[in-house]
């Protein structure tokens, strides 16, 4: 296959690229290595925070951290572990790591449709003339037993507006998301160029806060759209496709 467009798997180095931005860093939530002083100054500051590999994909082996009356719940797909001291949780999550680099993530509380959580995908690709254009949006529902919304996770997709007219936004606020996230996705799409060569696509995972606030979780450089066919509504699959072509891809 043909596939042409950069790769960059480290979630890490994604987001030292973005944090030297001052317009996307606004939209970066604090983000650390692993580490046990990390670990302590995360759960310090946030109620949630996330544990995720610095080269996962898929949602797979994402841990939620929560704070409790009693110390802290763990969560791992639908299994729910207890622990009273900050040593014991982080004796269990190094032994989980293993020789993995793992990334804390302050937690997003995900803004909710019809009382599923949702977050966005924004893909970004580049067109012949070698400029960003921001191609679609569509949502990735989660499970709410789970802690991740990806499709590999029971995630189910769904359009923008669909997904918006659930969530209890005003609706003067759809269009006014749907722009910031397309100007978003451009930016980041600069900004990768200006750090490694060769991308042509992208898809940023922004979560939306209860308050309507806009979070990059992380931003995919292989971005699958095989969900997308789930669809009803065919022109969003077809639209990144006919994009996708022009760079050897999705053929
Ligand atoms: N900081 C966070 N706050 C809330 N939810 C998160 C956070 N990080 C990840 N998630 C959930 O987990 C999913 C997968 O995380 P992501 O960073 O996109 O990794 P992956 O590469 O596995 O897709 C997200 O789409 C979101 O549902
Ligand atoms: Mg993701």
Do not use: C
């Not at 799409?189 to 940023?204: P, Q, V």
């Amino acid at each position: 296959m043909k596939y042409k467009s950069s790769t960059i798997k480290s979630k890490w180095t994604k987001t030292q690229w973005l944090l030297k931005d001052s317009y996307i860093k606004k939209y970066i939530p604090i983000t650390l290595p692993f580490n046990k002083k990390n670990l302590s100054s995360m759960l310090a500051d946030h109620t949630t925070v996330f544990f995720k590999p610095t080269n996962g994909s898929g949602g797979n082996n994402i841990i939620r951290i929560s704070k409790t009356a009693g110390g802290y719940q763990t969560q791992l797909n639908t299994t729910k572990r207890s622990y009273s001291t900050t040593t014991q949780l982080y004796r269990d999550l190094n032994r989980f790591a293993g020789t993995r680099p793992y990334l804390l993530q302050k937690g997003i509380r995900l803004a909710k449709s019809n009382g599923k959580p949702f977050d966005v995908r924004v893909m970004v690709q580049k067109t012949k003339q070698g400029t960003w254009t921001s191609t679609a949006l569509f949502t990735k529902v989660g499970n709410p037993k789970k802690v991740a919304t990806n499709y590999n996770q029971g995630g189910t997709i769904g359009t923008f507006h669909n997904t918006m007219n659930g969530a209890k936004f005003s609706s003067a606020f759809t269009p006014q998301l749907e722009s910031d996230l397309k100007r978003l996705g451009v930016a980041v799409g600069k900004n990768f160029d200006r750090n490694y060569k060769g991308f042509k696509e992208l898809g940023l995972d922004v979560a939306i806060d209860s308050k309507g606030k806009a979070w990059i979780l992380e931003v995919n450089t292989r971005p699958q759209i095989y969900p997308l066919k789930a669809l009803k509504d065919k022109s969003i699959y077809k639209k990144i496709l006919s994009y996708g072509k022009q760079y050897g891809r999705y053929k």
